[in-house]
């Protein structure tokens, strides 16, 4: 089946989540090829192992609705049928856009796919991970968007050759006063620890105690969905269904009674430590260590002490 | 300026989703998406500003329209709603094409969503519905500005970025974006006597098809049989312990 994957650049390479759809395409002997979209110059995403194209944008620019145009040129020019990005801000908007464009609705939230006698099998995860919910896309054309975190990312070596270049001029809207956050600390994606935040910790400023147990262990941050709704964190914090999937080593769930939006979003962590008053909080059921404790309280002995 | 924001009436979110054959069971009555009430605190914030004439559209199984109402309640004008049996299980796609022509059907220079619904967070639809359109789509909106100009503030995998807001799009805005108003109990009795439109799906051109078969759900439930234990004191302890045997310290 010919497929085309919809990469991004981050940080002058492939993304991870570009990596673990290249990897699944793989190991199901998928007839690939890469568009990767991107601002930098001469990144390193190219490799001896797959066709990579690279969409350069003008960052002054919401260009994805010209990326999209060239895109669904690709995808007619070559009789493409299975396309597919990682669910991010930019894979959404441009796998929505092209969906319009070649009327077949994408399945979004993907965590595993197959290929069945020329069919596309996809699974979602519903009910915080309980339950999987498997679907066949019957249109010729079969838009993905991939949960990043669902594969295993393909180690390969990149390089600033063994790609094309195409330059996206668009006459979209511009953009003023582009803001990078600084990454302080450790980053949720990678980090080996993870310490998140909820309701439990009644206030915003108790959150200074999970930021001193983080910083003892040198922890990444996160939320949920309730405390960056009440902006007590930023949304790039937040960790769930509708922000990211962590898999560390260990997570330490603060005063999270453990929605199931949250469990999607952490649920495949390596070690589970929850700590809640509610003896009945769901977050236990898929803990592997409980205490049932104040958090408030027990929070600061922690850091304390270690 | 005329603004259509679109409000999803979802299952109580405090309850678990259930599926019959493959589609959420929709009680009758069902309530407004906490993610809409950011889109419709920036349509009305525009509406202050501009004297904007504001919708809301809607589409799905309307029951007793209680989470329409719960729209209404914060400060639009009026509701466009089309609910039709055909459209249950809709793909994001069918969806999307209602609600772009309910846009078109109230006029709408600004079309505001949420970014994703509580129960079935696709988080398409509102760029679906801007490609649609023919109209530039600024997505997860995180701050808007509003004087002469209306300056909107873009959540990106790496920060943020500033764009215009031009004067025919589509916005989605993101949960903590800005501060929904509450309505007091005036605003609760207003609501009633605003119009609530019904149209059908002969009213609109609809071609969007469905493509996704439902196959399964399968129980992939890993319950796990972790410790749990009650504080007395030594919880602490029992942490610091596990996370040195865990080689995490």
Known sequence: MKTLIIGEVVEGKLSSGTLEIIAKSQELGLEFEVATVGTEESPNIGSESFKNTYLKCNETQLSLGSVANTLKTMVDEQSISLIMAPSTYVGRDLIAFLSVDFSSSQVSNVINFSIEEGNVITSNSINGGESEYNSKITSDKKFLLIRPKSFEEVQVELSNTNYETIEINSEDPEVFDIFIEEKTGPQLEDSKIVVSAGRGMVDSSNLSLVEDLASKLNAAIGGTRAIVDAGWMPYSQQVGQTGKTVKPDVYIALGISGATQHQVGMKDSKYIIAINKDEEAPIFQISDLGIVADTLSIVPKITENL | ?249
């Open chain 2, 1 to 249: 300026m005329k603004i259509a924001v679109c409000a999803k009436q979802i299952p109580d979110p405090a309850l678990d989703i259930t599926y019959s054959e493959g589609l959420v069971s929709r009680p009758d009555e069902q309530v407004l998406d906490d993610t809409d009430r950011y889109g419709i605190e920036v349509a009305l914030q525009l509406k202050e500003k501009f004297d904007a004439e504001v919708t809301v559209i809607s589409m799905g199984k309307m029951g007793t329209e209680k989470g329409i109402q719960q729209a209404l309640q914060m400060g639009p004008d009026k509701a466009l709603v089309l609910e039709d049996d055909s459209l249950s299980g809709s793909n994001s796609l069918m969806t999307a094409n209602v609600l772009s022509e309910l846009s078109k059907k109230v006029e709408a220079d600004i079309t505001i969503f949420g970014t994703e619904s509580t129960d079935g967070y696709s988080g398409v639809i509102p760029q679906q519905v801007s490609r649609m359109l023919g109209l530039p789509c600024i997505s997860y909106i995180k701050a808007v500005d509003i004087a002469d100009t209306v300056s909107l503030t873009r959540q990106t995998s790496t920060g943020s970025e500033k764009v215009q807001m031009p004067s025919n799009c589509v916005l989605s805005v993101t949960a903590g974006g800005v501060e929904p108003r509450y309505p007091n109990f005036k605003d609760i009795m207003a609501a009633k006597s605003k119009p609530v439109e019904k149209i059908s799906l002969s009213d609109i051109e609809f071609s969007a098809v469905q493509n996704i078969e439902f196959i399964d759900i399968k129980d992939v439930s890993t319950t796990k049989q972790g410790e749990k234990i009650v504080d007395e004191g030594e919880g602490f302890q029992v942490i610091i312990d596990k996370l040195k045997e865990l080689k995490a310290i």
